[in-house]
């Protein structure tokens, strides 16, 4: 059984450059006969013009194409994995539940709360081996965004797509999203699991401490980071083009603020630790402390190893059709026309 894959599946994009160069090759094409058929009959052109062939461009023009192509997707390093084993591995399984509402993008952490968390996040996911780890987002609602992994590069780049946008309904719905991660982790997994919420913990709806009392129970851990200052801050919002704070019904700015008690009760409640991140820390790293002291247990993976490069294949059929387009002339040779190898 073999896996293939692209090392660097972003340069097949390149290959939208192809029927591009097809429609400007028929554009080209229809000019240059028009221009002919001003000048007369395509019969007459023919026997004044013997060694200029029609058909030789366009097979000059298909190997080009079939170069270009071959060559775009050498570069993109195609590769066939040969082995598929089961690799022992040991780790905690990690979700991360993150608050994604309108009030995570409060600036009184630079750049604003919602950005430096989803930095902080990155920075863990590099510093995972035999980890698993998993994202929710949350808002009004809770939304599983990337299923629990051990592919670190997937969950960066699902981490990237994150914003206060992807959740239809506002709100700070830390209840449901400890609910949810409770049951997303793996079925047969028995090790050590934890959770870890990072929210401002404003306009909190839903019985949260409820929530990690439960997942407590499971023998789940929950952690907690407070984003935000004590004095807080307002909510940058764009009316009309310019750049403005949300306000009341009142027209005074709204200033949201970090609800640190209750950030602590929730951990407390899930066996876990609270850290408040600020302007120098945003606390993962202490909670990345933590999850190294739970006892690790025995996961097992289905991997491919010994991926192989392919490359070279295309490579090297790019270069032969190079070396066919050198040997085809536009024209016609006028010593070899008239040799007819099949009568």
């Known amino acids: 059984m073999e896996m293939f894959r692209f090392a660097h599946i972003e340069y ?3 290959l939208a450059i192809i029927p591009v160069l097809i429609i400007l090759f028929w554009m080209t094409r229809r000019q240059r006969r028009k221009a002919l058929e001003r000048f007369g009959q395509k019969e007459i052109i023919s026997q004044l013009m013997p060694n200029v062939s029609q058909s030789r461009p366009v097979v000059k023009f298909i190997i080009w194409l079939l170069a270009i192509s071959a060559i775009i997707v050498g570069i993109a390093q195609p590769q066939f994995g040969s082995k598929l084993k089961t690799v022992k591995r040991e780790g905690v399984e990690l979700i ?20 430096r968390s989803k930095r902080a996040i990155s920075r863990l996911v590099d510093n995972l081996t035999d980890d698993k780890i998993g994202l929710i987002v949350f808002a009004g609602d809770a939304y599983t965004q990337l299923p629990i992994t ?8 699902f981490l990237n ?3 206060t946008d992807i959740v239809p309904r506002q709100g700070t719905a830390i209840g449901a999203a400890i609910e949810m991660a409770s049951v997303s982790f793996s079925p047969q997994f028995e090790g050590n699991k934890a959770i870890i919420v990072i929210t401002d913990g404003e306009n909190h709806e839903d019985d949260a401490i409820g929530a990690a009392t439960a997942a407590a129970e499971n023998g789940i851990i929950v952690h907690t980071i407070g984003m935000g200052l004590p004095q807080g801050g307002p909510i940058p919002v764009v009316n009309n083009g310019q750049r403005d704070y949300r306000r009341d019904k009142e027209g005074n700015v709204v200033v949201t603020k970090l609800n640190e008690e209750m950030l602590q009760q929730i951990s407390a409640a899930g066996n876990g630790i609270y850290v408040r991140a600020n302007n120098a820390q945003v606390g993962l790293n202490t909670l990345f402390n933590e999850i190294n002291k739970m006892e690790e247990a025995e996961m097992e993976s289905l991997v ?40």
Do not use: C, H, T
């Open 150 to 157: 051990s592919d670190y590069p997937s969950a960066k780049l």
């Open 96 to 115: 991360i539940a993150l608050d994604v509402s309108n009030s995570m993008l409060a600036e009184d952490i630079q750049p604003n709360r919602l950005e």
């Open 161 to 163: 797509a994150v914003s």
């Open 12 to 14: 097949l994009y390149a």
């Open 304 to 343: 491919y190893s010994d991926y192989e490069d392919q490359f070279q294949w295309f490579l090297g059929f790019a270069i032969l059709m190079l070396l066919f387009d050198f040997l085809i002339l536009d024209r016609k040779n006028k010593y070899l026309k008239n040799i007819k190898l099949f009568g």
